[in-house]
């Protein structure tokens, strides 16, 4: 697992958002992007992340960026987590692997001396020109948003 680094152009995407339309890295040219990758819809973590970015989904477009959330779930489980939790951040699945591994945040985990596939919680912040400006791996949920936040407003 080696997630994209600063400087790195990022990957095109197509992916299907549990609102039932589709969401591509073309669509957000022109402005900055932070895509949160997160390992389980539902999770006490991974909701309490959507949820901290969707509460501050005004303050990134006053800033001039966009918000994608991204997780492997079935796009059907991340409807009921938007729909449940309210979120109004953009929310993606990306079912086929094929973004995630682009992106470098799908590997080989261990939690309790056990060893899975899964999601390594990662942000990253996208300039205008599709360049990755700013990444945050093995995220902490704690204060993070509003790390995010300040990194969005500081660059140009």
Request: net charge neutral.
């Amino acid at each position: 697992m080696h997630p994209l680094q600063a400087g790195e152009a990022a990957p095109a995407f197509l992916l299907p958002l549990a609102d039932g339309g589709t969401i591509q890295i073309e669509d957000f040219r022109g402005r900055k992007l932070v895509i949160f990758f997160y390992p389980k819809a539902d999770t006490q973590a991974c909701t309490r992340e959507a949820v901290e970015f969707s509460a501050a989904k005004a303050d990134f477009a006053a800033a001039g960026t966009e918000l994608l959330g991204i997780s492997h779930d079935p796009v059907r489980k991340q409807q009921k987590f938007v729909a449940k939790h309210g979120l109004t951040t953009a929310i993606a699945s990306d079912e086929s692997l094929d973004m995630l591994n682009a992106y470098g945040v799908w590997g080989e985990k261990q939690m309790y001396g056990r060893t899975y596939l899964g999601i390594e919680r990662t942000t990253l912040l996208i300039d205008g020109k599709g360049v990755v400006a700013r990444v945050w791996s093995k995220v902490r949920v704690a204060n993070h948003v509003a790390e995010v936040l300040e990194a969005a407003r500081a660059l140009a």
